[in-house]
């Protein structure tokens, strides 16, 4: 299956390309975000499925917020601006480096993890204006809230958590659909290369079932309410038929996990 880049979300729904432009005060930071590739693993095997980076990213996550209904308490510009911001800093820390640190790989080491997320701070408080500092930090501090459940956080900023939170199902549903579309080619079944297990984990148990634990503790309950929808039909839902075609070519251990998250989610 020949490498491609992916300018549109994946999900169920039909999705428009509104082929979304950089803002014009951003638009100097774009060639260096595409020179920093995303799905770049430690084990190289599997590279080759992928062929994405920052900037292809970004413009994809603005498609696909302009495909999307928001409720009147979400601020539709203010959560584009936030997207348009969110990846910069780690893109220019990454220049040299060439990709990004995939999510599973910060996840494992804590220390590293913080370590990076503090570099990427610092560069967005040197790169941006005030203003963009605060909506980029938003992000960050909303990911950090996301994580602990810790709605009582006085950070707690609904449009930094929806940024966050559509930021995550895309990078979850984007390599949902390239894996599952290698596993269903005929060139997997002459070449059973798999990326790394880390990524499924991520996918299968460490993603969906933790964030809607995490909402249903919301008080908030407008918020509440549209987040719990929005995680089961743009990320259960999409995992769910996604992987259901796959099942005959899965190895073992990765229909095992595919397995417990449907129990988890019975439909």
């Not at 803002?23 to 774009?30: C, H, I, R, S, V």
């Not at 984990?201 to 309950?221: A, G, R, T």
Request: glycine share 2%.
């Amino acid at each position: 299956m020949p490498a491609r880049y992916y300018p549109i979300p994946a999900r169920l729904a039909e999705t428009h390309d509104f082929s979304p432009v950089p803002p014009a005060d951003l638009e100097q930071f774009f060639p260096i975000a595409e020179k920093v590739a995303r799905y770049r693993f430690t084990e190289e095997e599997a590279n080759f499925l992928f062929q994405d980076n920052v900037a292809v990213h970004t413009k994809r996550l603005v498609n696909y917020l302009r495909n999307l209904s928001l409720p009147d308490f979400l601020d539709v510009s203010e959560i584009e601006r936030m997207l348009w911001l969110h990846d910069l800093p780690e893109a220019i820390v990454n220049e040299t480096r060439g990709s990004d640190y995939v999510t599973h790989e910060k996840l494992s080491d804590a220390q590293f993890g913080q370590g990076e997320d503090e570099r990427e701070l610092r560069k967005a408080h040197e790169v941006f204006s005030p203003e963009d500092y605060v909506r980029f930090h938003s992000t960050e501090l909303s990911k950090d809230i996301l994580n602990r459940a810790d709605w009582a956080s006085t950070h707690y900023d609904r449009n930094g958590i929806f940024a966050k939170m559509l930021d995550y199902i895309d990078g979850r549903n984007m390599f949902i659909d390239v894996v599952t579309e290698w596993i269903m080619s005929d060139d997997y079944l002459t070449n059973p290369i798999l990326p790394p297990r880390g990524p499924f984990v991520l996918c299968f148990q460490h993603s969906f079932q933790p964030w809607i634990k995490s909402f249903n503790s919301l008080s908030d309950e407008r918020m509440r309410a549209y987040m719990l929808d929005f995680i089961s039909a743009e990320g259960v839902s999409f995992c769910r038929e996604r992987f259901r075609p796959t099942r005959d070519r899965l190895p073992g251990d990765i229909l095992e996990m595919y397995d417990n998250f449907l129990r988890d989610f019975s439909e």
